[in-house]
């Protein structure tokens, strides 16, 4: 995206829009200018736009070529692979799949959750490792696999770039989360929304105010605004319509528990009131099973105590797949 684009895109923008071309400098001071901007969006909102990203458009078109044939198919094609039959969340979830919201009626939403592709016979498989296992890839679609692990690869390496800015901005050394990086249980995640019905449930929508669990989340959306983002100050949804050619990064529990909520984990959903089909792609970006998120020593005020107890990526992974699938 060039700048002229950007520009014109700021004033629409109801979220931060950082340009993160700096990131790919091999000047540190330009990485570090970037960091700074990131740094003031993640203590303010949690929750950005960025722009020249590096990810190629005609990868990000082919995603979404390829999920709109998936979710076209019949309803038993879908089930066929069902994530019921995953021990690894992989594959097919049905509308009203997942309660994001506890206490709402279930989300209207459908979706096809991809991960790290592992071996049933790989050791964290036969351990019983969450989340580890194989993927279910639908065989009737030949470019549906290679597209998906081209764009899980594209991710991964954006979140480990972004993650290098983090650190920056919390003035530790670019590589401090490299073991988180290192073989994160990342999962890329598929979303088709109907059209939000005329006679909904009260409270029924896409997705179910929440925050995200993980570490970091990169968002791309088609053209039809949906997503609703938690503005404390005015206490109301600010409604971040897409801004083309960036993702939406926001930040998952892990880093508030990092950061003793000094960088925000932001409440959040979807309301698909486009009267379209819309179709999003969060790639959750979680971070290494066994790497231990507990706050940093320099985000403690003098007498300040951590808000949250130490965790491993795996077990605060378990528990939240535990509270929002019942
Ligand atoms: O579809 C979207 O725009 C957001 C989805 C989301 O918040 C999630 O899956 O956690
Ligand atoms: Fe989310």
Redesign the pocket.
Known sequence: MNQSLCARHLEAAALPLIDIAGLFSPDLAERTAVAERIGAACREVGFFCVANHGVDPALQQAVFEQARAFFSQPEAGKRALDKVFSNANRGYEPLRGQVLEAGAPADLKEGFYIGEELAEDDPRVLAGRFNHGANQWPSELADFRPTMERYRDAMNALAARVMGAIALSLQLPEEHFAGFCRDSMSTLRLLHYPPQPANAAPGEKG?GA?T?FGGL?LLLQDENPGLQVWDRHSMSWIHAAPVPGTYVVNLGDMIARWTNDQYRSTL?RVVNISGRERYSV?FFFSGNPDHLVECLPTCLAAGEAPRYPAVTVEEHHREMYRRTYG
Request: contains cysteine.
């Open positions: 997705c929440h995200d989340t959040h969060p």
